[in-house]
């Protein structure tokens, strides 16, 4: 029996409900735990009456409130976001949603402009108070999708463009990030505050974006599935950028199919990115939910780069070869899909110079720029002299090769650079081997793959498969970090060819389906707080 939200909470008070001893089940509509919710349960309870978004809203800055002050996942929280719950709220009692999205809070990395009452800072005080003419393209989406925009997740400041003297999950506004497998864990970066929010359940899910690995590594140190799709099929107007040769914005979910479900809302062609024009069929996205089917690896030709896999066995090593063995056995056929430069050389240049030019570019859009920065230079100035960036301990050593290089990305040296590095990574490497073998997909050990994909602007997904034993050693780095230890999670990673999400996705959906693994383990801290505590049982 569905039980509408109003008769259910005068149910409630003529029971004379006290509080006391809430559990899950209450006259038989069980209140959905958020540290393991999909999208499918948030909608049933939305849908029945059980919960309303400004419910979810409370009950997840409730969260908030009570372990940020551990993991410093959360950099700010959106002013509007109660109330755009209450209008989503009334949509749907008025009978219509936006989608799968409707009513459903997600956390963006604080890279990800949008035109409302929070900043955008990439972690630092030199854009804190600046605004933007327009929400991002990528956050306008979620909008449209009825997606309530809960808050800006920390991260590495710059997303870890900067400093070689930091660490992953420091931003100077934000503070830093713990992960949440461990006490004072490395949370990995640069997304790490969108890793350990969606780990935790402090919102559904999140946005991050990478570069090089920073939506994968943090996703794999949070126990996530982690999308890092093609370059160009997720807008980056408006996100605070390294390099739009590399940059991409994507999800970071417990599941595959809500990260699909996220993918979904947020690709698609963009007039001010042009890198998105180019997406296939016209622009069209596929359906991504669609694809998640757990029979999928049954006839799937599978690629395995056994020439660019040392031979250690260490945890993630030993998993790797179970789940490849795992694949096999469900029916996939295992190909020998190595790449032809096992261990490239690249110049390093592409970064350094796109950074420049896109930061410039960034400035240039802002409608109010506090700090009158305009280019890597006044930047740098600013950061040297501003008590709270931590300077020079956390020194400005990437920026500085950036400006020592001399050119930017418009000159013809960065262009050679880059046609060797892509021949060299490309041809060379992920795209070459799938092009030869023809696979469906290359598995590899997820802390493997990303910068293999990195300069190629190729798709990959991470997906939860196990967990460092519980005898591990402790490892800390110099910040108190500890980089390595028990029951740190490890996935496995899919990666394929230009716009392949929907058969990784497929394949991902396949395997997480067989295997479960993230439930095996939950974070060494879970928050308290559940919808029932809000909703006053
Ligand atoms: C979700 O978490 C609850 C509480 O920890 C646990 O009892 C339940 O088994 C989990 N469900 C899934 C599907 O992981
Ligand atoms: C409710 O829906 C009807 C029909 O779609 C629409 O005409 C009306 O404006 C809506 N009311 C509100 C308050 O949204
Ligand atoms: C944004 O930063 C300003 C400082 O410039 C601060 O006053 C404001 O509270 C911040 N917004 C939010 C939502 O935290
Ligand atoms: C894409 O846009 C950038 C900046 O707006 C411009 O410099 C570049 O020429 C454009 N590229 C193409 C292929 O249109
Ligand atoms: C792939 O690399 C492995 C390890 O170097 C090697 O043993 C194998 O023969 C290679 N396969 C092909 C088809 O070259
Ligand atoms: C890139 O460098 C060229 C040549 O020095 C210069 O004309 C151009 O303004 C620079 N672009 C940006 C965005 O800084
Ligand atoms: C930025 O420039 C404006 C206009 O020139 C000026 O009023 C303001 O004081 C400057 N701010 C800083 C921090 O230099
Ligand atoms: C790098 O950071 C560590 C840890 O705070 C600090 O001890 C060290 O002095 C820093 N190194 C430099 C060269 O600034
Ligand atoms: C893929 O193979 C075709 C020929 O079969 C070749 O023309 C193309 O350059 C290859 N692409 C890559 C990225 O290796
Ligand atoms: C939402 C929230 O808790 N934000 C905090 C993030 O971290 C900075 C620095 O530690 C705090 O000042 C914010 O309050």
């Not at 009334?90 to 809070?105: E, F, L, Q």
């Not at 020439?307 to 998993?319: H, K, R, S, V």
């Not at 996705?505 to 693994?517: G, N, R």
Request: proline letters at 6%.
């Amino acid at each position: 029996m569905i039980i509408p939200r109003v008769a259910f909470a005068a149910l409630v008070v003529w029971l004379g409900w006290t509080g006391e001893g809430f559990c899950a089940t209450v006259n038989g509509q069980e209140f959905p735990s958020l540290i393991n919710v999909t999208i499918d349960e948030l909608q049933e309870g939305l849908e029945s009456g059980l919960f309303t978004s400004v419910d979810l809203v409370k009950t997840y800055i409730a969260r908030i409130s009570e372990v940020n002050d551990e993991f410093n996942a959360v950099i700010e929280i959106n002013p509007d976001a109660v109330d755009i719950a209450g209008e989503l709220d009334a949509r749907r009692a008025n009978g219509s949603t936006y989608g799968p999205m409707h009513g459903i809070p997600i956390l963006i990395k604080d890279n990800i402009a949008t035109n409302d009452g929070m900043n955008n800072t990439a972690g630092s005080f030199a854009l804190l108070g600046a605004k933007v003419p327009q929400d991002s393209f990528v956050a306008q989406k979620l909008r449209e999708a009825g997606a309530i925009i809960l808050g800006k997740s920390n991260l590495s400041q710059w997303a870890n463009f900067r400093s070689t003297n930091s660490s992953n999950g420091w931003s100077a506004n934000g503070g830093q990030v713990k992960g949440a497998y461990y006490p004072n864990m490395d949370p990995s970066g640069s997304s790490s505050g969108s890793g350990v929010a969606s780990a935790l359940g402090l919102a559904l899910a999140s946005l991050g974006t990478e570069t090089s690995g920073s939506i994968i590594s943090p996703a794999i140190r949070s126990n996530l599935v982690g999308i890092k799709p093609t370059v160009g099929l997720t807008s980056r107007h408006l996100v605070i950028p390294i390099s739009e040769h590399q940059d991409t914005v994507g999800p970071m979910a417990r599941t595959v199919k809500d990260a699909a479900v996220i993918l979904q809302s947020i690709a698609g062609k963009d007039l001010n990115d042009n890198y998105t024009h180019v997406i296939p069929n016209d622009g069209q996205i596929p359906d991504y939910v669609a694809a998640c089917d757990p029979n999928a690896l049954k006839k799937a030709r599978i690629g395995v780069p056994f020439n660019i896999l040392a031979p250690i066995t260490d945890a993630e090593m030993l998993g790797y070869l179970e789940a490849v063995d795992l694949m096999f056995s469900e029916g996939a056929e295992i190909v020998d899909a190595n790449f032809s430069i096992p261990n490239p050389v690249t110049s390093g240049t592409i970064l350094q110079a796109d950074f420049t030019t896109n930061l410039a570019q960034y400035f240039d859009q802002l409608t109010h720029n506090p700090n009158n920065i305009t280019n890597l230079e006044d930047l740098r100035e600013f950061t040297a002299t501003f008590s709270e960036e931590e300077y020079p301990d956390r020194n400005t050593a990437i920026w500085d090769s950036s400006i020592a290089l001399g050119f930017n990305n418009s000159d013809i040296r960065f262009w050679e650079a880059y046609q060797q590095d892509y021949m060299t990574l490309g041809e060379g490497g992920i795209l070459g081997a799938v092009n030869r073998t023809g696979v469906d997909a290359i598995v590899m050990p997820a802390s493997w793959s990303a910068g293999r994909a990195a300069l190629v602007g190729s798709p990959i997904i991470t997906v939860p498969f196990g967990f460092w034993p519980a005898d591990t050693p402790v490892q800390t780095n110099s910040r108190g970090l500890v980089t390595r230890g028990p029951n740190f999670p490890f996935g496995v990673a899919f990666l394929g060819g230009l716009w392949s999400e929907e058969k990784l996705i497929s394949l991902a959906y396949a395997f997480e389906q067989k295997t479960m693994a993230r439930t095996r383990l939950q974070p060494y801290r879970v928050p308290q707080v559940e919808l029932g505590d809000v909703l006053g049982f």
